[in-house]
Each structure stands twice: as structure tokens, then as C-alpha cells.
């Protein structure tokens, strides 16, 4: 291989490498957040299972998802009572079902409430604005005595 046959290929090699070193660049555009991802700099508030006894009793206007995993909630019988059952990856999708107007509880059965932080997050970044999650989500619920309800046959 000559000397500048040499010079030609390793060029060649920098264009490619630059190229692929670009394309895996972040770009940071101040006051951009990338739309499939809610902020993750939302302070989320929860609500204790007693409050939401509380509100529930007093027939306060809610909307509470159900966000358990396919195996929690097809191990139980029941849910928290009014309940609108929904995956996680799923919410976003179903926004039209969840009334604006009213507050909207978020619960799931994982250690820390992890699945019910992730919905309440999307939901704050579609524009909701009361939004909450149940502190300690199902098992806390069903500890505290919570009204529970049947599931929907087929469910």
C-alpha cells in the first residue's frame, strides 16, 4: 500500500468515525424536554390511604387508576372501589378517560410506588394538575380497610 493510498484510507476513517461520534451526540436545547418522556424534575405528592378513605367517604369527585402489573392485578379479586384499571405504558394513550376536572389518585402495588409515580408523572406532563399517589399504593390500601369492589368479570 503506497503512502498516500495510506493517507487517502485513514481520512477516510476519520470522516467515519467523526460521523458515528456525531450522530451519537446529545443535543441540549435549553427549554426542551423530549416529548415521549415525562419530566422527571416534578415534585409528586402523595396521599395516605386514610385521606383517600376520607375523600371517598365524602364522595369527593376522583379518579383513581389502577396501575398494578398484569400478574398483581389477575391475583386479586378486587380493586379500590371506582377504580379505572390501566397499564403504565398505557396511560398516555388513555388520557381521554381520565376527567380533568377532578383529582386524580394513582396506585399500584409496587415497593415504592414506582409504576403510580411513572403515571402520575405523564400525567402532570399532559396538563393535569391534581394529581396524587397513594402512599404505599394496594397492600397499604387493603391494610388500612380501604372500600374495595369486585373486578369486572373478564378483567
Known sequence: MSF????????????????????YQKVDTPGMKPADKPDQSVQ??????????????KNEPLAILDLRSQNSYEQSDKKITGSLRSRVRKVASRLREVPRDREVITYCACPADQAAILA???????????????????N??????GPVQPKPRGA
Do not use: C, D, H, M
Not at 120 to 138: D, H, M, P, S
Not at 140 to 145: E, K, N, V
Open 140 to 145: 397499604a390500601w387493603l391494610q388500612a380497610g
Open 120 to 138: 402520575a408523572r405523564e400525567l402532570l406532563a399532559n396538563g393535569f394538575t391534581r394529581v396524587r399517589v397513594l402512599k404505599g399504593g394496594w
Open 44 to 57: 409528586i405528592e402523595f396521599i395516605t390511604p386514610e385521606e383517600l378513605k376520607t375523600k371517598i367517604a
Open 4 to 23: 498516500k493510498s495510506r493517507i487517502i484510507f485513514l481520512a477516510a476513517a476519520l470522516v467515519v468515525f467523526q460521523t458515528v461520534a456525531l450522530a
